[in-house]
């Protein structure tokens, strides 16, 4: 029987939160998963120009909140002020971007255990090691730690670094090749795959080379049932209600 490099990994995890009936990346949609019966959530964080971080995919606030230019070049102040859930539904109107400590209270308050994805198209380093000792900081001793993801694997040596007892995952756009697989060379456990390219024999050579394979975005049942039989082990889904899954 394989035994999991993620023991307490889950199979089903909540994609920027419950972003299929929330905004994305809000504590509207963390609570949201929570109600939903997800027990992890996945979100994205990004430094602002003062330095602390912030929940948001993009590299822009203008798509989810009603501000413009770049997350790194704004001040944390200012991105407070903008409104991060009207552009979802009229519901959500004043939702706030969250800060990473907001989060990290929520995520203990509801018992959330979290894939965090850190952002950085520049300094990296300087990134990854602001954001570790952040983390390290705030998050909750009541729960497991979170698994830190990235594309870059300069930025999740810089997180082992700080952090070496958080486990991370490597986010690929195509599945390395078996040599540098076994490299290890990330010090990672987990890849995490475009359900786009991902086939039956890379996620077999990604098993077979002791990753936990977490694949994005699914959203139907049964691409989530090929995905598992493949070996795959967990999912991200904009919709993680466990039932939509358990009886699909």
Known sequence: MRISPLPWLEPVIAHRGASGVAPENTLAA?????????RWVEVDLRRTASGPFVLMHDATLDRTTNGTGLV????????????????????????????????MALCGELGLVANIEIKAEADADAVGYAAAKALLEGWPGTLPPPLISSDSPT?????????????????????????????????????????????????ALLVASGYAVLVYTVNTPARARTLFGWGVDAIFTDHPEPARWQNG
């Open 155 to 203: 930025l999740l040596r810089a997180v082992a670094k700080i952090a070496p007892d958080f486990p991370r995952g490597l986010i690929v756009t195509q599945v390395p090749s078996e040599a540098v697989l076994n490299e290890r060379a990330w010090g990672c456990v987990s890849v995490h795959a475009s359900d786009t390219f991902l086939t039956r024999a890379k996620t």
């Open 30 to 38: 963390i609570r949201r998963a929570g109600e939903l019966g997800a």
């Open 72 to 103: 790194s070049e704004t001040p944390c102040e200012a991105i407070a002020g903008l409104d991060a859930g009207g552009w979802f539904g009229s519901d959500f109107a004043g939702e706030p971007v969250p800060t990473l400590n907001a989060f």
